[in-house]
Structures are given as C-alpha cells and as structure tokens.
C-alpha cells in the first residue's frame, strides 16, 4: 500500500463516525422523501430558489465590483439579473418552478430520444443490432412524452428515483462506515 493509501485509509478510520452520519441522513433524507413526496418537491424548489438568488446577487455584485477592471462587466451583470429573476419568481410562484423544470426535462429526453433513433438510422449498416438504440430513443421520446402529458406523476417519480438513491447511497455510507472502523489500528500488508 502507498503513502496516498495509507493517508486515506488513516482518513477514514478516524472520521468513521462522519461516513456513519453522513449515510444515516442520506436515509432519513430518502425515507423522508418516500413519505410525503410533496413537502419533499417544495422543500427542493425553496432551495433551488435560495440557490439561484444567492448567486444572482453575488453575481451582479462581482459585475459591479469589477466594472473597471473589465470590459465587459455587464454580461456578468445580466446574468446575476436573471438568477435573482429566477429566485424571486421560485418564492412568489413555487409551482410554476417545479413545472418549469420537468418541462425542461421533458424536451430534453424528447430531442436525446429523437436523436439516438436518428444515429441509429444512420447508423444501421455500420453497426449491428442499432435497434437496441431505437429503442432507448424510445424510451427516452416515450418519458419525455409522459412527463409532459402528466407532470405531476413524473414529479412524483423523480422524487422516487431520488430517495431510492438516498437510501441506496446511505446505506453504502453506513456499511461503509462500519468496515473502516478501526481499520488504521489493524497491520496492513505491504
């Protein structure tokens, strides 16, 4: 084992505890999320909305700050007026947010969809079995579609997909945790 090894190893077994806690509200963040799904969507708009004022501010504040110094200061300051544009319309209209951002994901998986069954198309005589990426164009045209059609079930199964992977990740950080307990007491073999 290397120094860089050794170093992490030593990391780790000392800050056991943090993996541990870390893992334990990674679970308590998805099981959370499982059990009242709404809260959890307008907790994560709030925060989205937070985020994009926060920076926003601090853009326009740099723009300002640096004016005479750069050139072209007013690109950072329209910037920094479209997050704090942002953020403002999240907190006086949440819903439309949350709206506004499975619609981008909508048309995002529609247009991916729609240009993996292009290649395939394309593709057809330089490779074999392309329909396997027709058919994730498909898949991917077919959620973009849903989520559109019905985008309160697709917020509610993005939620889902999210806390499945809390959970997921969490209990990785609990076992985690438990392994390198003590680990930099025990000889390691060079």
């Known amino acids: 084992m290397g120094l860089i090894e050794k170093q992490l190893v030593t990391i780790l077994s000392r800050n056991w505890w943090v993996l541990l806690v870390r893992g334990l509200i990674a679970i308590t963040f998805g099981v959370l999320t499982w059990m009242r799904p709404g809260l959890s969507l307008a907790a994560l708009v709030l925060v989205f909305g937070a985020y994009a004022l926060t920076d926003g501010v601090l853009a ?9 110094e750069h050139e ?9 007026l479209i997050g704090v544009g942002v953020g403002l319309l999240t907190f006086l209209s949440p819903g439309i947010t ?6 981008y994901i909508a048309v995002w998986a529609i247009a991916k969809g ?4 292009a290649a395939a198309i394309r593709l057809r005589k330089e490779i074999d079995n ?3 990426l027709i058919l994730g164009g498909a898949a ?3 959620f973009g579609i849903l989520l559109m059609a019905r985008p309160g079930e697709g917020a509610l199964a993005v939620l889902w997909l999210i806390a499945t992977y809390a959970v997921f990740f969490g209990v990785t950080l609990v076992l985690l945790s438990f392994r390198v307990k003590g680990l930099e007491k025990r000889p390691i073999a060079v």
């Open 140 to 142: 991917s045209v077919f």
């Open 98 to 103: 949350a709206l506004a951002v499975l619609f």
């Open 60 to 68: 326009v504040w740099a723009a300002f700050a640096g004016r005479r």
């Open 72 to 80: 072209h200061w007013a690109v950072l300051l329209i910037g920094g």
């Open 130 to 132: 392309e329909w396997w």
């Open 114 to 117: 729609v240009l993996e069954i």
